[in-house]
């Protein structure tokens, strides 16, 4: 999903893309491991000063995505994309997910009906 003006089909992309997060490796937020869970808060997408790259972060997380997610949609690397989603999150637009939907009692209702299946093969 990259920006036609950044991308010559003979050469690739113009801009190295650590460019595109102002030479940042590290994101102003949180450090984020690839697996971590984020969803993009109610009404994220109408901060003012947000870049079009933000806006496409935000448009994908208005469900639940993992940062590799992330970057797999919008075709840059792992980095840039834990920079980005790091710095959304540091600014309140993106919600780091917390771990609580994998111990809550339907889910581990259904893992236990997963557990009896696989254990009935």
Known sequence: MMDNEWFDEAAGPLVRPYM????RTQSAGMDLD???QVVAKSGASGQPGLSAQDLAVIALC???LSVAEVAAALDIPILMARVLVGDLTQRGTLTVGTGEQASSP???DFLQEVLDGVRGL
Not at 20 to 23: D, H, I, L, M
């Open 34 to 36: 690839v697996s971590t």
């Open 62 to 64: 208005e469900q639940p």
């Open 20 to 23: 595109r997060t102002g030479g």
């Open 106 to 108: 339907k889910a581990l």
